[in-house]
C-alpha cells in the first residue's frame, strides 16, 4: 500500500532572504573571509623579513660579441641594517660583505629581442637600436637620479661597440652621459694556450 504523499510548500523569495539573513547572524564570521586587514602585532612580522637596501651604484655591461649585442643594467645595493643584523660576524666578513655588495639586474635587453635574427645581430644597426633601447628604457623607468653613478664594463669589439659609443654620445644617451663616473673594457686578451676553436661561420 502506497504512503500517501505530502505536499510541500514552496518557500517565497522573501522567505529565502529572511531566512538567508537569520542563519548569517546567527553564524560567526570565519577568519578566512576577512581578507583586507592586517593585525597591528602581526605587521612587524610581515615586514620583518622586507631587506631596507639603497642603491650605491649602477654598472652597465656591455657585450659587444661580433655575432650579438648585449647589454645589462645592474644596481649595487646596500642593506641599510646589515651591521645591526648581523653584528655576531667578524670584522673581516663585515668588510667583504661592503667590498662584494649584491647585483640586481634591472634591465637586458639584446638584439633578439629587438626581433634581430641570426646574421643580422652582428651588424651595425643591430647594436645601435639595442643602444637606443636601453637608454630609453633607463629614462621611462625613471631609474637614473640626478645624484646617482653609473659605471660602464665594455667587453668584446663586434660592430656593436662602435654603435653603442655613437649612440652614447648622440641624443639618445643625453640623459645617461652626465651620471657616468666610470667607463672600463673588460675583455679578455689570450697569449699563447691551446689551439682556438674553430671560428663560426654564419
Known amino acids: 500500500?502506497?504512503?500517501?504523499?505530502?505536499?510541500?510548500?514552496?518557500?517565497?523569495?522573501?522567505?529565502?532572504?529572511?531566512?538567508?539573513?537569520?542563519?548569517?547572524?546567527?553564524?560567526?564570521?570565519?577568519?578566512?573571509?576577512?581578507?583586507?586587514?592586517?593585525?597591528?602585532?602581526?605587521?612587524?612580522?610581515?615586514?620583518?623579513?622586507?631587506?631596507?637596501?639603497?642603491?650605491?651604484?649602477?654598472?652597465?655591461?656591455?657585450?659587444?660579441?661580433?655575432?650579438?649585442?648585449?647589454?645589462?643594467?645592474?644596481a649595487v645595493v646596500e642593506d641599510q641594517d646589515f651591521m645591526e643584523k648581523n653584528e655576531h660576524l667578524t670584522y673581516n666578513e663585515k668588510v667583504l660583505y661592503y667590498l662584494q655588495l649584491p647585483h640586481h639586474t634591472k634591465i637586458h635587453v639584446s638584439a633578439?629581442?629587438?626581433?634581430?635574427?641570426?646574421?643580422?645581430?652582428?651588424?651595425?644597426?643591430?647594436?645601435?637600436?639595442?643602444s637606443a633601447r636601453m637608454f630609453k628604457l633607463i629614462e621611462e623607468r625613471n631609474l637614473l637620479g640626478p645624484n646617482?653613478?653609473?659605471?660602464m664594463i665594455l667587453k668584446d669589439f663586434g660592430k656593436g661597440r662602435e654603435a653603442f659609443l655613437a649612440a652614447l654620445q648622440g641624443k639618445e644617451g643625453s640623459k645617461v652621459k652626465p651620471n657616468i663616473i666610470r667607463i672600463s673594457d673588460n675583455t679578455k686578451l689570450q697569449f699563447g694556450g691551446s689551439r682556438p676553436k674553430k671560428l663560426r661561420r654564419l
Open 1 to 74: 500500500m502506497l504512503a500517501p504523499a505530502v505536499a510541500f510548500r514552496p518557500l517565497s523569495t522573501s522567505n529565502m532572504l529572511r531566512s538567508e539573513a537569520i542563519s548569517m547572524s546567527t553564524n560567526k564570521p570565519q577568519e578566512h573571509q576577512i581578507t583586507n586587514i592586517i593585525d597591528p602585532n602581526m605587521k612587524q612580522q610581515l615586514f620583518k623579513g622586507r631587506k631596507n637596501e639603497k642603491v650605491v651604484l649602477w654598472k652597465l655591461y656591455g657585450s659587444f660579441h661580433r655575432h650579438n649585442t648585449l647589454l645589462s643594467l645592474v
Open 112 to 130: 633578439g629581442q629587438l626581433g634581430f635574427r641570426k646574421a643580422q645581430r652582428s651588424e651595425y644597426e643591430a647594436g645601435y637600436q639595442v
Open 148 to 151: 646617482d653613478k653609473i659605471e
